[in-house]
Nanobody, 111 residues
């Protein structure tokens, strides 16, 4: 049974950094896409960054140049390094892989 579990998150001031990590268990290999989505207050959940099956990172415009998605296929993990965080990055961040969502982790950017 596939399980997706996030870790990381927390509170930071604008301009700060946070790192999120996602672990996928119940799979035998890492050849699948993994993504980070986020749901900002009052908004629907939407994509933030995606690592394709062949290892290509894709970012939405609002996070380009600030967020970096990386994966370790051997460990079935995908991380999201978030730098220069802005107030509007405040959201619950969800990892998604193989049709499964994680429980979400809160990221709060406030001064």
């Amino acid at each position: 049974q596939v399980q997706v579990v996030e870790s990381g998150g927390g509170s930071v001031q604008p301009g700060g950094s946070l790192r999120l990590s996602c672990k996928v268990s119940g799979v035998t290999n890492g050849t699948y896409a993994m993504a980070w989505h986020r749901q900002r207050p009052g908004n629907e959940r939407g994509l933030a960054a995606l690592m394709t099956k062949d290892g290509r990172p894709i970012y939405v415009d609002s996070v380009k140049g600030r967020f970096t998605i990386s994966r370790d296929s051997a460990k079935n993990t995908v991380d999201l390094q978030m730098n220069n965080l802005k107030l509007e990055d405040t959201a619950v961040y969800y990892c998604y892989a193989l049709g499964k969502w994680g429980q979400g982790t809160q990221v709060t950017v406030s001064s």
